[in-house]
């Protein structure tokens, strides 16, 4: 309230209901008053400033004053104040700003200037001392103090400005147990503790009273849970604050990783393996990474469970069904074809008629054949008649002669007629496709196959043959019946290899064993048909048969 006192708003009753009417029309348009009243005249401006990310909206508010004034200069005096309280949050903030800005370039340049000393440094003794030095100088603390784990146990390297301390004191002792509290609990432990802090501080408070140490701060070094030591610093002055204890944090944290490099540059070289292997294992035997622990352990007892599982080894190969039993039918003269009977593919018996070439021109010969020999039967008779022997033994010669041309005419009659062999499936020829087509004596009309007797020729892999021997057992399994697998058994491997699609191929005769050697266990089955075969060779580990493949390649191309 200006000027009249803040004891004008309990003299009128109304004055804070006013004012915050005239508070929510300045937020709205920025300048708001209202008439005067009993209590005076009221007017408010709205205040913005941005806390913080300027991308956000501003903060807002109100300032209300209540001029309680008789005259006019005196309101306008009160408006012009008013309008200078608009800016005064973000002028304020401006300040604030910047005086931050001062204090982290100040840190920035303390945390620059401590990494580069303790860069400069050879040993981690001489690092371990200038760290605490600088931080006892920088923090008014009496003491600073530095320990290293040396394995599992906190050791004490460093006091500042003490060129040294008999390692087995008390005060050492103490200091020691102090560290190891902090890295126990994986936290920063301040002495006395900070209201509020949820931290145990038993061995700090033991050292304290010991020592007559007032104020303690102590904090971890490294990443949890392989922490690598701790630096306490002790003050009697006054505690250490949050905003020291960060300063505190960061300037030990840029140094710790040069005295790490430091301890390991002075270990020999199996501690420096051990502490990298254990460095590495530290997240895996400790309390976290539960699911990923659980994870790698189900890795390894699978990967156990197939080194150690032994299941049936099998080489597949391409194979494709022959007939033991195949017979070509080739034409018995150069004739024509008459008809066709059979197409390819189809199941033939024994003496079945398949197909017939044209017999016209035949017939005439045999007609002509049976004139000349009932002509030569004639000569004989009147040779006989006339007792001359030399006419006789002429025309008996004749006569013999005409009976081999007709014997021979009847035969390729005979021959004419294409009949089946024995029970079988045409696997060759299409003769209904050349009816009435010339053919010459010789060539090939027709083949017929036996289904009694098959077997598989197979195509095994130049990478497989050195699994494969003779009477090893397998299944096949054809292309068009999957379902109805049937066993073999390997009778003749092939010992020079051939090409076929770019690859270097074995060939391998596998016979079908049991029940599926007859025709009749399946019926079905064609000289032709396709498929691949499975044929086991032994045991092996589940490891080596879903890793060998790749082995062998790794090994080919490293020479491995």
């Not at 300063?247 to 501690?271: I, Y």
């Not at 080739?330 to 398949?354: H, M, N, W």
């Not at 020829?429 to 009816?435: C, R, S, Y």
């Amino acid at each position: 309230m200006w000027p009249g006192g803040v004891d004008a708003i309990d003299r009128f009753p109304d004055a804070a209901a006013r004012m915050e009417r005239v508070a929510q029309a300045a937020l709205q348009s920025g300048f708001a008053q209202e008439e005067r009243g009993e209590a005076g005249l009221m007017m408010a401006a709205r205040l913005e400033w941005w806390d913080g990310d300027e991308t956000q909206p501003p903060v807002t508010a109100a300032a209300t004053l209540l001029v309680n004034a008789p005259d006019d200069a005196t309101l306008q005096a009160a408006r012009r104040r008013l309008y200078m309280a608009v800016d005064v949050p973000a002028l304020y903030l401006s300040q604030w700003r910047g005086q931050q800005q001062a204090q982290s370039a100040q840190r920035l340049e303390e945390a620059l200037g401590l990494t580069a000393r303790i860069l400069a440094c050879d040993d981690f003794q001489q690092a371990a001392m200038t760290l605490c030095n600088e931080l006892a100088a920088r923090f008014d603390a009496e003491r600073v103090a530095l320990g290293w784990r040396d394995k599992q146990s906190m050791r004490l390297h460093a006091i500042s400005h003490r060129d040294g301390f008999q390692p087995g004191a008390l005060a050492v002792k103490g200091l020691e147990r102090a560290m190891d509290e902090a890295l126990d609990q994986s936290v920063e432990v301040r002495f006395p503790p900070v209201e509020g802090d949820d931290v145990l501080t038993h061995d700090h408070a033991e050292y304290a009273h010991a020592q007559h140490v007032a104020h303690m701060l102590t904090l971890p070094l490294g990443q949890d849970p392989a922490w690598l030591g701790a630096i306490t610093a002790e003050r009697a002055a006054r505690p250490f604050d949050e905003e020291e204890s960060r300063l505190f944090a960061l300037l030990a944290e840029l140094t710790t990783a040069r005295l790490q490099e430091l301890a390991q540059r002075e270990l020999w070289l199996g501690e420096r393996a051990k502490l990298a292997l254990r460095r590495m294992l530290a997240p895996w035997l400790g309390p976290q990474r539960t699911l990923s622990k659980l994870l790698l352990l189900l890795l390894v007892a699978l990967v156990a469970l197939l080194a150690l599982a032994r299941a049936p080894y099998r080489v597949e190969a391409d194979f494709t069904l022959r007939a033991d039993n195949l017979r070509i039918l080739p034409a018995p003269f150069d004739g024509y074809i008459d008809a066709a009977y059979v197409r390819l593919g189809d199941v033939v018996t024994a003496g079945q008629l398949l197909a017939t070439l044209d017999r016209k021109g035949l017939q005439l010969e045999q007609t002509a054949a049976l004139a000349q020999v009932a002509q030569r039967e004639r000569e004989m008779e009147k040779a006989k008649a006339r007792a001359a022997m030399a006419d006789l033994r002429i025309a008996q010669a004749q006569w013999r002669q005409a009976e081999a041309k007709l014997e021979k005419i009847r035969y390729l009659l005979d021959e004419a007629r294409i009949v089946a062999p024995f029970d079988g499936v045409v696997v060759a020829g299409e003769l209904h496709k050349q009816l009435g087509a010339p053919v010459r004596e010789g060539e090939t009309l027709l083949k017929v196959a036996a289904l009694e007797s098959l077997h598989a020729e197979l195509a095994v892999n130049e990478r497989d043959i050195h699994e494969l021997a003779l009477e090893q057992s397998g299944e096949l399994a054809f292309l068009g019946r999957p379902q109805d697998p049937l066993p073999l058994r390997i009778a003749r491997i092939d010992p020079v290899a051939r090409v076929r699609d770019g690859a270097n191929v074995f060939g391998a005769r596998a016979e079908l064993t049991g029940v599926a050697a007859s025709g009749a266990a399946a019926s079905w089955k064609r000289p032709g048909m396709t498929g691949a075969a499975r044929i086991t060779v032994g045991q092996r580990s589940l490891l080596w048969i879903l890793t060998h493949r790749t082995v062998e390649y790794l090994r080919l191309a490293l020479w491995w």
